[in-house]
């Protein structure tokens, strides 16, 4: 596992980048409700990153779901509420990179901690790989 942390890297838990895991963001409109899929951008077991196609309200609660795909099939996480706690308009284009940190709530599931952790081990895995592949090209 590594430990190493940037020198800017401010946060507990180290971030990883989040391949191959899908959020869907529950927008409602009027009587339905329909699923959104979004860009991850990293992931750990306090929050995840995400590009939104518009800009969100600090400290507003979204509802998603996590879908990390894997070959042998995949895990999900229904349900989570999330908060937003940064925003920033990178590119300018409307896009927006948002930090979002899971609620008390969601903590609270022990199986939604369960699933969470297991996506937390496979991303592990996947940059220790991609590291390793990285360091025999170079």
């Known amino acids: 596992m590594i430990s190493l942390f ?3 890297e401010k946060r507990k838990q180290r971030r ?7 959020a869907l963001l529950k927008s409602k409109q009027g009587l339905f409700s329909s699923w959104l899929e ?3 951008l990293d992931f750990n077991l306090s929050g995840i990153a995400l590009k939104l196609p518009s800009e ?5 609660k979204l509802n998603l779901r996590l879908i990390l795909e894997l070959d042998t099939g995949e895990i999900k ?3 989570l509420e999330v908060k ?5 308009n990178t590119i300018g284009d409307g896009i927006w990179r948002v930090g979002v940190i899971f609620s008390s709530q969601t903590k609270q599931s022990v199986d939604t901690m369960k699933q969470l952790e297991r996506i937390k081990q496979m991303l592990e ?6 590291e390793r592949m990285t360091r025999k090209v170079s």
Request: proline share 12%; hydrophobic share 45%.
């Open 16 to 22: 990883l980048p989040a391949a191959n895991l899908k």
């Open 38 to 40: 979004l860009d991850v």
């Open 84 to 88: 937003v706690v940064n925003k920033v």
């Open 56 to 60: 969100p309200e600090l400290g507003s």
């Open 6 to 8: 940037p020198p800017q």
């Open 77 to 79: 996480v229904n349900q």
């Open 125 to 130: 895995r996947n940059a220790a790989i991609t």
